[in-house]
């Protein structure tokens, strides 16, 4: 039999049992000091909208009105804690959810704010940072007495798949908690409050259906009498009350270990806070950080640091290793988002924590799945949470079902030894390093040097017809070129040729693999009636034409000749793909395209990254700065600060299927900024720092604090004026020099002209290069402790798109930027030359585009009709020319 909450009393009662009810100077308050910091973000509490508090050991996932579910790793603790409140005003409980006003999402964690004519109420969550503990802290402002009831549903199960039986609950009065318990004691959780005046109770031996609650007075209601029917209003009972806690511990432990850890956590609340604080403090403070024009990219760029610091996750069998994103279960789910290890997440998201400069986490990711590496050598895919407690690697076939993740391992090694020169760490994961090649090698087809997909597994399509009769898809095989290359030179120095030893080296071998994957990349995927790349070799030798994202991993990495990408580029760019939201992982163009399809049309922040890089690598910076927008602008809306992970391809609505914190998303935020917008890429090995800035052309100067390089750090300031870009650099720490020589790129707009400024002395001209979309001057100067350069320059063309911002549900509105390059037809001197430029945007309407040359001109742009199909999209092509006249 299952029992209904035992307390649903009125407040007059209560009164006899008030030796519990809260005053205002208890020694149980636990009122913490909260200091406001530059990323903090507030607004409206919206239902549906996530919030998390994150710690190493535990976790609370819940909606910015209220209501959560609590994890211990690897345990569920409980869902659905609400809060209630009671007044005298009215004989039934107010839902919390229902008052829920306003949200402030914090490094710590969020704070929700319940306001009501009587009270109001202040909720702080935030998760210990290295215990296995939530903690709720409650301030109370309110003109009568009331009382808080807490509420929740019990579950203390393993995560997916594992799974234990015997769960009870049962209210320990001296602990003045709720234990949550199984029959043989070894999992065990408890919630409560040193407030709590009562509680509901249920059988022994049971779990009961309906909430369990417990009740917290502030104020005595005998002392306040309500008026009766017909007289005057009550007088006025002013209470002020801060930090009431609510515990909330779990772990894989006995009883009585539980039993103190609460107590600990209870006794501790203020250091506990504290140290949160504290350690969001000191990842902002270390983490590469910006000030831009662009305010939002900035505050992004700071929750992407934190953000990623919350993937670490310390599994008590496992060990402490990268999860991939958050998301609740739900009522009686066991799988929390994304919250186990995944190693190519893990991987991709070490290339944001490189650009971020928090090498030690991106090692610690990476390095975690050296344990669980197959025999054979191939990296997990993904492990869960419960996997120390089943046979999770023999008895479920997901743990390394793709193939992908191998090389991409490699690949993020390599760079992260590019980006710290930390050759001690290489070495000792070199075993396994070396294991992980050749599982790859193993999967090669011998006539391609490509890995295949049908012998090592999936790759960019886990589900639909996409992926069927796949060969080798363009993903993988830019992934695999891309390990190559790290494999390379990492091998050059781990497996060094011998004197007298006869035949190829290691890095032999992968640099010949890595050139013959490069030319059957380059040639067998090559579409030339369309002029882009194709998503797939197929079995029997067809290919799969379809336009996908998928070809933005080569153009990321540069791995495609620059004639050939700069139109595969323009093809990723077009409406069929690019949303106001992010980029299409199928375009509406191919007949498997389904805008709520996981692999097959929905966008993704992830591939988006992919997209904006491309750009970036190819010479279109307006379009890779539209793209890195949607990536900010996703962690806006679903969720203050966190980006979700899928949303529907026809209308900015995130599925609901969606993982609303997920982090291979938000790792593309700094990895598009440096090593897209801003070219930063530090090669310490070879004693070398690479930096070519693209700036959007909205931009007058940017600021970058603690770029990473190596043990060093260093600011960069950029101004630009129409005919000057002027770069300071600066080391702000001490130590020896992670490189000897600085490269700069300066890739200026077609039509653009640039020389050294003379006060530039140290640094000394390394070529120039003409492309379609504007030449590239290369400089390089000893690294300095402070340097500077000045470019004096003949003003080129660049294109400033109108910003939309696209709010929920919305489709897609803005102009998309397809390709842009000189008048070559005419023979007018380069002064006088003309811009054309191939623009998409909705079919029947008109925009003012502004191209600048020194001076600004806006043109009306005619979008015609029709438009195609899906997205109401047509073609334009423009023509400007702003002749340049020196003193302009």
Not at 65 to 76: C, N
Not at 271 to 295: H, K, N, T, Y
Not at 834 to 839: C, E, G, I, N, R
Request: glycine share 8%; net charge neutral.
């Amino acid at each position: 039999m299952k029992l209904l909450p035992a307390l649903l009393l009125p407040l007059p009662l209560l009164s006899t049992l008030l030796q519990g009810q809260v005053a205002a100077d208890s020694a149980a308050l636990r009122p913490v000091g909260a200091i406001a910091t530059a990323a903090d973000l507030s607004g409206p509490a919206r239902a549906g909208s996530y919030v998390s508090a994150v710690g190493h050991r535990a976790l609370a996932m819940g909606h910015e009105t209220g209501g959560f579910e609590i994890w211990a790793w690897p345990l569920k603790l409980l869902h659905d804690f609400d809060l209630k409140f009671l007044t005298p005003l009215f004989p039934e409980p107010i839902t919390a959810r229902n008052l829920a006003r306003r949200v402030e999402v914090t490094p710590a964690g969020p704070v929700i704010t319940y306001t009501h004519p009587a009270f109001t109420v202040r909720q702080r969550v935030f998760a210990a940072r290295d215990e296995p503990a939530i903690v709720m802290l409650l301030d109370v402002e309110a003109v009568r007495p009331m009382e808080i009831v807490a509420e929740f549903v019990s579950d203390l199960q393993l995560a997916w798949p594992a799974a234990i039986g015997g769960q009870y609950v049962f209210w320990d009065e001296g602990s003045k908690a709720f234990i949550l318990s199984e029959s043989t004691r070894r999992q065990s959780a408890m919630v409560g409050s040193p407030f709590t005046l009562s509680a509901s109770s249920q059988p022994a031996h049971d779990v009961p259906d309906a909430p369990n609650q417990l009740r917290i007075a502030v104020g005595d209601p005998s002392r306040t009498p309500m008026p009766r029917p017909g007289e005057p209003a009550g007088r006025l009972t002013r209470l002020k009350v801060s930090g009431i806690p609510i515990v909330i511990v779990g772990a894989t432990a006995p009883r009585d270990s539980v039993k103190a850890l609460y107590r600990r956590v209870l006794d501790g609340i203020p250091a506990l806070f504290q140290a949160r604080v504290s350690a969001a403090d000191s990842m902002l403070g270390r983490s590469l950080w910006i000030e831009s024009p662009d305010r939002e990219l900035d505050t992004a760029i700071r929750w992407a640091a934190l953000n990623l610091d919350e993937a670490v996750v310390c599994n008590p069998d496992l060990g402490c290793g990268l999860v991939a994103g958050y998301g609740p279960s739900e009522s009686r789910g066991a799988r929390p988002g994304f919250g186990w290890y995944f190693g190519g997440d893990a991987s991709i998201n070490s290339l944001g924590l490189n650009a971020l400069g928090q090498y030690d986490l991106a090692r610690q990711g990476l390095e975690f799945f050296v344990r669980y590496q197959r025999s054979d050598g191939k990296i997990a895919h993904e492990i869960s949470q419960s996997a120390g407690r089943i046979k999770w690697f023999d008895d479920f076939p997901y743990a390394y079902y793709h193939a992908d993740t191998s090389p991409y391992w490699l690949m993020a090694w390599g760079d992260w030894w590019k980006a710290t020169g930390d050759s001690t760490t290489i070495r000792r994961v070199w075993p396994a390093i070396r294991k992980a090649y050749d599982w790859c090698r193993s999967t090669v087809d011998s006539t391609t040097g490509l890995m295949l997909n049908s012998k090592g597994g999936l790759g960019a399509v886990e589900v639909g017809d996409l992926g069927v009769g796949v060969r080798s898809d363009i993903y993988l095989t830019a992934v695999w070129i891309e390990a190559l290359d790290r494999m390379a030179r990492m091998a050059a120095v781990m497996e060094p040729a011998k004197r007298g030893r006869k035949g190829p080296t290691l890095a032999d071998e992968a640099r010949k693999l890595h050139d013959q994957a490069l030319a059957s990349l380059r040639e067998r995927f090559w579409l030339p009636e369309q002029q882009m790349y194709a998503f797939a070799l197929l079995e029997g030798g067809e290919i799969r034409p379809d336009l996908s994202v998928w070809p933005s991993t080569a153009l990321a990495f540069g791995l495609l000749d620059e004639e050939r990408g700069m139109r595969g580029a323009s093809a990723q760019a077009q409406s069929a793909l690019v949303t106001d939201w992010g980029t299409r992982s199928l375009g509406s163009t191919s007949t498997l395209f389904d805008p709520l399809h996981y692999n097959n049309g929905t966008v993704w922040p992830f591939v988006t990254g992919f997209s904006a890089l491309g750009q970036y690598r190819y010479r279109n910076p307006a379009a890779g700065y539209q793209s890195l927008r949607h990536i900010v602008r996703s962690g806006f809306g679903l969720g203050l600060g966190r980006n979700p992970e899928v949303f529907a391809g026809m209308q900015n609505e995130p599925l609901e299927t969606a993982v609303p914190q997920q982090f291979f998303g938000t790792a593309f935020l700094p990895t598009v900024l440096v090593r897209g917008l801003l070219g930063w890429e530090p090669d310490v090995p070879a004693r070398t720092i690479y930096l070519s800035p693209q700036l959007p052309a909205e931009w007058d100067s940017l600021r970058v604090h603690n770029t990473p390089a190596g043990n060093a750090r260093f600011d960069l300031q950029f101004h630009r004026t129409p005919d000057r870009l002027r770069v300071e650099i600066r080391r702000t720490d001490t130590g020896p020099m992670p490189a000897d020589t600085l490269v700069f790129t300066g890739r200026v707009p077609p039509g653009a002209s640039c020389a050294l400024d003379e006060a530039s002395p140290t640094w000394v001209a390394a070529g120039t290069r003409t492309t379609a979309r504007g030449d590239e001057y290369q400089f390089r100067a000893p690294l300095q402790e402070a340097m500077s350069l000045t470019l004096a320059c003949r003003p080129g063309y660049e294109i400033l798109l109108p910003r939309v911002e696209s709010l929920r549900g919305e489709h897609s509105r803005e102009i998309r930027l397809i390709d842009h390059h000189l008048d070559t037809g005419t023979f007018a001197p380069p002064d006088s030359a003309a811009l054309v430029a191939l623009l998409e945007g909705p079919a029947g309407t008109t925009a003012d585009v502004v191209v600048r040359r020194g001076v600004e001109r806006t043109v009306r742009v005619t979008f015609p009709l029709p438009g195609d199909p899906v997205d109401g999209y047509s073609r334009t092509e423009v023509v400007v020319r702003i002749p340049w006249k020196r003193g302009d």
